[in-house]
């Protein structure tokens, strides 16, 4: 149903009762300013200070790890029974100003944990990534039924810990190859109790992980997910399997549903192999977004492409989506919100960095840390610079990490 008199300031009310100011929706990026023994920095306060102030209705944490034991990449944050709650609590009330929501994203990385992180890491079923990524990645070990129920009660309890802490909400995070991802996947969960095989024991995890968390928080405090459309991968999620997960969500009752797409062997989050017409939309996801908004009246955000307004306005008013998740943009630019906003004919242009060597970008996984160092930079007070060069970031990133700097974290 499209919706002409909708504007990216328009308010919207969750069925909690939340109200969320705008349209704009920070989507969850790494930020790797996590301590050595995985609590949040200063500098995450100062970041999310600066995005609330810049205009975003509802800001998502990057993805905060359930367990010690289960990181996807060095820097992670962890939120468990032995964090300290204070330093939480001020990133909270930094991402709370100007009147935003704040929401933190859960998740555990199951197999996609780097080998230099953990020697034998865990998945629904004993099968190693693809794609070249066996090289960096160990193949997991099952989980056993006892440790499936730990995990389900560890999303639990960080989403209780999340609430304690003063944030207005959580995600699971159930996209991007993750645990919940592996579980939903015909490829990655050969299981046959009754976490695998049919589509419907295939997504009791996180229909578990749902139900632990809302007797954890009460009725009154949102739960979100973040889902693939699909894993594109031959075997995998596909699009089909997602809108029936979709479908089980919403009469479970979840309050918000982020669409997003492919993992760490085929990151279609990226925009890897986006067709020139989705490439136009500015949004990758959309097609899939208006079938699923004709089978649930869940509140849903699509993220990944979006650059200008007039093609949020578009998405919006389709009746496709109900909010429009932005990343890069807002890691280049903390006041993208507040300028879409005053204009929403405003657009900003996004240049790819590069050192000029293939080879080297792809070794300094280039796309990615220098967005990284963006972060850092407003986390440590400075603004984000447009022309920051990739071999400054390559030097940076060596320096940093060390031996470790260029070792496959993520796709």
């Given at each position: 149903?499209?919706?002409?008199?909708?504007?990216?300031?328009?308010?919207?009310?969750?069925?909690?009762?939340?109200?969320?100011?705008?349209?704009?929706?920070?989507?969850a990026m790494s930020e790797q300013l996590g301590t050595k023994g995985h609590h949040p920095t200063d500098g995450l306060v100062t970041l999310y200070g600066r995005w609330a102030n810049g205009g975003i209705g509802l800001s998502m944490t990057g993805n905060i790890m359930i367990s010690r034991t289960a990181l996807g990449e060095p820097k992670n944050v962890v939120l468990d029974e032995h964090s300290d709650l204070?330093?939480?609590?001020?990133?909270?009330?930094?991402?709370?100003?100007?009147?935003?929501?704040?929401?933190?994203?859960?998740?555990?990385?199951?197999?996609?944990?780097?080998?230099?992180?953990?020697?034998?890491?865990?998945?629904?079923?004993?099968?190693?990534?693809?794609?070249?990524?066996?090289?960096?990645?160990?193949?997991?070990?099952?989980?056993?039924?006892?440790?499936?129920?730990?995990?389900?009660?560890?999303?639990?309890?960080?989403?209780?810990?999340?609430?304690?802490?003063?944030?207005?909400?959580?995600?699971?995070?159930?996209?991007?190859?993750?645990?919940?991802?592996?579980?939903?996947?015909?490829?990655?969960?050969?299981?046959?109790?009754?976490?695998?095989?049919?589509?419907?024991?295939?997504?009791?995890?996180?229909?578990?992980?749902?139900?632990?968390?809302?007797?954890?928080?009460?009725?009154?405090?949102?739960?979100?997910?973040?889902?693939?459309?699909?894993?594109?991968?031959?075997?995998?999620?596909?699009?089909?399997?997602?809108?029936?997960?979709?479908?089980?969500?919403?009469?479970?009752?979840?309050?918000?549903?982020?669409?997003?797409?492919?993992?760490?062997?085929?990151?279609?989050?990226?925009?890897?192999?986006?067709?020139?017409?989705?490439?136009?939309?500015?949004?990758?996801?959309?097609?899939?977004?208006?079938?699923?908004?004709?089978?649930?009246?869940?509140?849903?955000?699509?993220?990944?492409?979006?650059?200008?307004?007039?093609?949020?306005?578009?998405?919006?008013?389709?009746?496709?989506?109900?909010?429009?998740?932005?990343?890069?943009?807002?890691?280049?630019?903390?006041?993208?919100?507040?300028?879409?906003?005053?204009?929403?004919?405003?657009?900003?242009?996004?240049?790819?960095?590069?050192?000029?060597?293939?080879?080297?970008?792809?070794?300094?996984?280039?796309?990615?840390?220098?967005?990284?160092?963006?972060?850092?930079?407003?986390?440590?007070?400075?603004?984000?610079?447009?022309?920051?060069?990739?071999?400054?970031?390559?030097?940076?990133?060596?320096?940093?990490?060390?031996?470790?700097?260029?070792?496959?974290?993520?796709?």
């Amino acid at each position: 149903m499209t919706q002409p008199s909708l504007s990216l300031a328009s308010s919207f009310t969750l069925s909690n009762g939340q109200i969320i100011k705008n349209r704009l929706f920070k989507s969850a990026m790494s930020e790797q300013l996590g301590t050595k023994g995985h609590h949040p920095t200063d500098g995450l306060v100062t970041l999310y200070g600066r995005w609330a102030n810049g205009g975003i209705g509802l800001s998502m944490t990057g993805n905060i790890m359930i367990s010690r034991t289960a990181l996807g990449e060095p820097k992670n944050v962890v939120l468990d029974e032995h964090s300290d709650l204070e330093i939480f609590k001020r990133w909270a009330e930094a991402g709370k100003q100007n009147g935003a929501q704040i929401w933190t994203q859960l998740n555990h990385p199951g197999k996609q944990i780097p080998s230099f992180l953990n020697k034998t890491p865990v998945s629904p079923s004993a099968i190693a990534l693809g794609k070249g990524l066996e090289k960096g990645f160990n193949t997991p070990r099952a989980l056993l039924e006892a440790e499936i129920l730990e995990i389900i009660q560890q999303f639990a309890t960080s989403a209780r810990l999340s609430k304690d802490a003063g944030f207005t909400g959580v995600q699971i995070h159930g996209a991007h190859g993750y645990l919940v991802s592996q579980f939903l996947s015909p490829r990655h969960n050969t299981r046959d109790d009754q976490w695998g095989g049919s589509l419907q024991n295939r997504m009791r995890f996180v229909l578990s992980v749902y139900e632990a968390i809302r007797e954890q928080v009460g009725d009154d405090f949102p739960i979100g997910i973040k889902l693939n459309s699909a894993d594109f991968m031959k075997g995998g999620f596909s699009e089909d399997d997602s809108m029936e997960v979709v479908q089980a969500l919403a009469n479970a009752g979840i309050n918000l549903i982020e669409i997003s797409g492919g993992t760490y062997e085929s990151p279609s989050m990226m925009g890897k192999g986006a067709k020139q017409s989705t490439i136009d939309r500015e949004a990758y996801f959309l097609d899939y977004m208006e079938k699923v908004r004709k089978l649930v009246d869940t509140p849903l955000v699509v993220t990944g492409g979006f650059r200008s307004g007039p093609a949020m306005l578009e998405a919006l008013q389709s009746g496709a989506t109900d909010f429009v998740g932005l990343a890069r943009t807002v890691a280049i630019d903390t006041e993208f919100p507040n300028k879409l906003l005053a204009d929403d004919r405003y657009s900003m242009t996004l240049s790819n960095p590069s050192t000029g060597s293939r080879a080297m970008d792809a070794m300094a996984m280039i796309g990615i840390t220098w967005y990284e160092q963006q972060l850092a930079r407003i986390a440590n007070g400075k603004d984000p610079k447009a022309n920051l060069s990739a071999w400054s970031v390559v030097a940076k990133t060596l320096l940093g990490a060390g031996f470790y700097a260029f070792k496959k974290r993520r796709a």
